[in-house]
């Protein structure tokens, strides 16, 4: 019985794991204003207007969370980092996702606490709404969100109060099942430690 339990449990677990994935998107993998919209299979990244979206290569007075480059756009002059409320990042995914993540990084030297957002959206709308907690500089936050239903197809972020914000490192897929394969590992050890309590086996 334990053995049945156990191939179950792990049949489970490999059934759920096998197709998990999770893809990062970094700026830093690029060269400065390289085109990225398209270079990272299973997403599409775009300024709101349609625009394309850059790796884009930060200065003395700007900052990335990782490295040295971030999101950028074209707003028609030149490449720029600061995205806000008007100039909004979108990313849409290939395949639906139940995960993604983002780093908000505060740009705003002279102290002030950027906020952000981001709206995950799935085939019903909008999923949620995650905010940033107040950044401060120079200091980045990561805004992620998880759905327990492989549900999401896009996301937008824009600012909270109006402030310019950078945006660094991105990450989405479906992530492996943890928890399935440590009730594995434990049914496992409940098998073994049954087996030792129960003295040899007759053959």
Same mark, same amino acid.
């Given at each position: 019985?334990?053995?049945?339990?156990?191939?179950a *449990?792990? *049949? =489970?677990?490999?059934a759920?794991?096998a197709?998990?994935f999770?893809? $990062?998107v970094?700026?830093?993998d690029?060269?400065?204003?390289? /085109? %990225?919209?398209?270079?990272?299979?299973?997403v599409?990244?775009?300024?709101?207007? &349609?625009? +394309?979206?850059?790796a @884009?290569?930060?200065?003395?007075f700007?900052?990335?969370s $990782?490295?040295?480059r971030?999101?950028?756009?074209?707003?028609?002059?030149?490449v720029?980092p600061y995205?806000?409320?008007? /100039?909004?990042?979108?990313?849409?995914?290939a395949?639906?996702?139940? @995960?993604?993540s983002?780093?908000?990084? /505060?740009?705003?030297?002279?102290?002030?606490?950027?906020?952000?957002?981001?709206?995950?959206y799935g085939?019903s709308?909008?999923?949620?709404?995650? @905010?940033?907690?107040? %950044?401060?500089? +120079?200091?980045?936050e !990561?805004?992620?969100?998880?759905?327990? $239903?492989? /549900? %999401? =197809?896009?996301?937008?972020? =824009?600012? *909270?109060?109006?402030a310019?914000y950078n945006l660094?490192?991105?990450?989405? &897929?479906?992530p492996?099942?943890? !928890?399935? *394969?440590?009730f594995?590992?434990?049914?496992l050890?409940?098998a073994s !430690?049954?087996?030792?309590?129960?003295?040899p086996?007759?053959l």
């Amino acid at each position: 019985m334990n053995k049945r339990l156990l191939a179950a *449990a792990l *049949a =489970s677990a490999f059934a759920a794991n096998a197709h998990a994935f999770l893809i $990062t998107v970094e700026p830093d993998d690029f060269t400065h204003e390289q /085109n %990225i919209s398209a270079l990272t299979p299973g997403v599409t990244l775009q300024w709101v207007s &349609g625009s +394309p979206v850059y790796a @884009y290569e930060t200065d003395d007075f700007e900052y990335a969370s $990782t490295g040295t480059r971030v999101f950028g756009y074209d707003a028609g002059f030149g490449v720029e980092p600061y995205w806000d409320d008007e /100039n909004q990042f979108r990313a849409d995914f290939a395949g639906w996702v139940n @995960y993604v993540s983002i780093d908000v990084v /505060n740009n705003d030297e002279e102290g002030d606490n950027d906020s952000a957002y981001m709206e995950v959206y799935g085939v019903s709308g909008l999923l949620a709404t995650v @905010y940033t907690n107040g %950044i401060s500089f +120079p200091g980045f936050e !990561t805004l992620s969100f998880y759905e327990g $239903t492989v /549900n %999401i =197809s896009y996301i937008l972020m =824009s600012s *909270a109060d109006g402030a310019d914000y950078n945006l660094d490192r991105m990450e989405f &897929g479906i992530p492996a099942a943890p !928890t399935l *394969a440590l009730f594995s590992l434990g049914l496992l050890g409940l098998a073994s !430690t049954r087996a030792r309590v129960g003295g040899p086996r007759r053959l």
